[in-house]
C-alpha cells in the first residue's frame, strides 16, 4: 500500500495523514466527479446507504455511500462510530469531513473523521438532488396529452383508472423513481421514463404494420408500474422495499393493474390478456426477471424502447459524474463499457 494511501489496513487502521494535494476549506460543496487522489474535503453530502460493520478484532465501522447530483462515493467511518450513526441516516444531508485516496487494492474512498447533520444554510439541494431535465409540469402535460390520443375505449379507462388525474395510483405513480441507480433514479423518474417510452412506442408503432398502436401505449405507460411498490425513496437514497425484494417489481405491477382490470366492469379478456403480457414480459429475457419472454408485437416494441430508454438515461447519468472536459468514463455495468461524448472538452485549450 502506497504511504499515502488514505486506504485503512485489514484491522482498520490507518496510516498517518499526510499533507493533502488539495483543501476544501469550511464547508464549500466539492462535488463527487471533482474529488482528487490526496484532497482533503469538509463538504455537504446526502447519505443514499449505511451499514454497520465489524473489524477483525470485534469493533464497529461505518461504511457509507454518500453522493449529490453528480454522482456517489463510498465512505468509511473508523472512530466515532455511534455519533456519526445517528446522523447517518438514509437520505439525511451531513457533512463530512475526512481525506480522499484512491488505492489500488481498495478504490475510492472518503475516510470520514466526523460525520455531522448539515444545516439548511450550509447546502444547496440542488446540488445534492438529481431531477429529470424536463418540469414536472410538462411532463404532465405531455402525459395528459398521450393519454387523450387512446382511442380504445377500455384501454382508456384502465389508463385513467390507474394514472388519470384522479387515478388510483396518480399520486405515488409520478413520485417514484424509475430505478435504484443506473437511470432516473430519482423524484419523477418514473413519470418520466415510462413517458419518454410510451412516446417512443407510440411514434415508432406507426413504422411497423400489425403493431397495434393503443395497446403498445397502454403497456408502456404501465409497464414499470410496480415500482410505486418495490422502491422505498427517501430524498435521494432509494432503496428496495420489503415488497420489492420477496416479489419483484414486475409481479407487483401484474398484480396492481390485473386487480384494476377486475375492478372494471365489461373489460374485454384479450384486452386484459394483452396489457398484462407486456408488463411481465418487459425486461425481455428469463435471466433478467421476466417470467415470460415477448411473445406478440406489442410487448417486443415495449421491452425494447424500455431497454433503450434504460441505456440512454445512463448516459445521462455517466456524463453528470464526469470531471470537466473528459470525454470517456470508465467501465459501466448498465452499458458493459465505458461511455463516450464527443463534444465535451472541444474548445478548450491543450
Known sequence: ??????????????????????????????????????????????????????????????????GDVTGAVEGVVWDGVEEAAAAARPGAVVVASGSFGVDARYGAC???????????????PADLLDGPSVAFEQMV??????????????????????IGEHGAVWGSWHESPAAKYYHQ???????????????????????????DRDLAVTGALLHDIGKIEAYVARGSAIELSDAGRLQGEIPLGYYIVRRAIEDLPGFPPGRAEGVL??????????????????????????????????????????????????????????????????????????
Open 277 to 350: 403480457h407486456i408488463i411481465l414480459s418487459h425486461h425481455g429475457m428469463l435471466e433478467h426477471g421476466s417470467p415470460v419472454v415477448p411473445c406478440t408485437r406489442e410487448a417486443t416494441l415495449v421491452h425494447m424502447i424500455d431497454n433503450l430508454g434504460g441505456r440512454l438515461g445512463s448516459f445521462d447519468r455517466i456524463e453528470k459524474s464526469l470531471p470537466g472536459g473528459e470525454r470517456w468514463s470508465a467501465f459501466d455495468r448498465a452499458l458493459a463499457g465505458p461511455a463516450y461524448f464527443a463534444t465535451r472538452g472541444l474548445g478548450e485549450a491543450a
Open 1 to 66: 500500500m502506497d504511504s499515502t494511501s488514505t486506504q485503512p489496513t485489514l484491522d482498520g487502521a490507518l496510516p498517518p495523514l499526510e499533507p493533502a494535494s488539495a483543501t476544501v476549506p469550511g464547508c464549500a460543496k466539492v462535488f463527487v466527479r471533482d474529488l482528487a487522489d490526496g484532497a482533503r474535503v469538509e463538504s455537504p453530502f446526502v447519505v443514499r446507504d449505511v451499514a454497520r460493520k465489524q473489524k477483525r478484532n470485534g469493533e464497529a465501522f461505518l461504511k457509507l455511500q454518500l
Open 110 to 124: 472518503l475516510t470520514v473523521r466526523s460525520l455531522r447533520t448539515a444545516k439548511d444554510a450550509e447546502y444547496d
Open 185 to 211: 433514479a430519482y423524484r419523477h423518474g418514473l413519470l418520466e421514463h415510462s413517458l419518454s417510452v410510451a412516446q417512443g412506442v407510440s411514434a415508432v408503432s406507426a413504422a411497423f404494420p400489425g403493431i
Open 141 to 162: 402535460a405531455d402525459l395528459r396529452e398521450l393519454i387523450a390520443t387512446i382511442q380504445d375505449p377500455d384501454l382508456r379507462r384502465l389508463v385513467d383508472a390507474l
